[in-house]
């Protein structure tokens, strides 16, 4: 037996019918000018991803905001702007950018980052770190002479301190050349390899060159280092790595190209 839908059933068809036309057609049209309803939906995502309330009127606020650009667009073609070649040509390289920004999500996709990879990169990042913390604190001069002329002041007592506002460096001059706590990786190899041989309170008795100059190194602290779980940076090397293969595929690209 055929079943007739009820009043109730009808009025609701014909509400979501009239919804899907209403979708389906214009966002509005100026002057005769339809203005597509993806070009709201796209304009309606993005203050949506910003944060925006999804309510009628941001709805409202986003079919204004694309009505006055619309007026604006056809008076600008009234003036023969868009004929323009400079015009033309920001136009050609601001829907180049939209298609660029398409390819490179839908790479990202299709290529994602593996558990694999993002694991075998932490390992590695966590082998580098080395098994401590370092705390020293520097000073950097111009020449070995200088450097060997600090190391005598603070054999005759001077205080690391006020030795330190002599540096070069200006990021720790002020701090008596405190440098915070790094790992041996944070710094050149000959300052790193100067530091960890280093016994806790003790400075280096000879000069330390680097492509910086000369280094009077001495060493506060040192405690063993703990690197963050794996779940804890999974974000950040996950961006890291998918940059870098982004970074890659570009280059590929490049490489293959006709360029003359």
Request: aromatic letters at 6%; a positive charge; proline letters at 5%.
């Amino acid at each position: 037996m055929i079943r007739f839908p009820s009043r109730l059933a009808l009025c609701l068809m014909a509400g979501l019918i009239g919804q899907a036309a209403h979708a389906a057609g214009p966002a509005a049209t100026v002057n005769g000018t339809a203005i597509p309803a993806a070009r709201a939906d796209v304009m309606f995502n993005e203050q949506r991803a910003q944060g925006a309330p999804d309510n009628p009127q941001l709805r409202d606020a986003v079919r204004e905001e694309l009505i006055r650009r619309e007026v604006l667009a056809q008076e600008a073609a009234k003036k023969g702007l868009d004929k323009k070649s400079d015009v033309q040509a920001q136009m050609d390289l601001a829907r180049q950018a939209v298609l660029l920004r398409a390819y490179i999500q839908d790479y990202v996709k299709t290529n994602p980052v593996t558990d694999a990879d993002l694991k075998k990169e932490y390992d590695s990042v966590k082998s580098k770190m080395g098994s401590k913390e370092y705390k020293p604190r520097h000073v950097l001069v111009e020449t070995e002479d200088e450097a060997k002329a600090i190391i005598a002041k603070l054999k005759a007592g001077e205080k690391f301190d006020a030795l330190a506002k002599q540096s070069k460096d200006p990021g720790s001059k002020d701090s008596g050349g405190d440098l915070g706590w790094s790992n041996p990786g944070m710094f050149v190899k000959p300052f790193s390899d100067a530091m960890v041989k280093l016994e806790k309170g003790k400075y280096s008795d000879t000069p330390v060159k680097s492509d910086f100059g000369y280094h009077v190194i001495q060493l506060d602290d040192v405690r063993d280092l703990k690197a963050p779980d794996f779940e804890e940076v999974k974000p950040q090397l996950e961006q890291r790595l998918q940059q870098q293969k982004i970074e890659k595929h570009i280059m590929d690209l490049r490489a293959k190209a006709k360029v003359q």
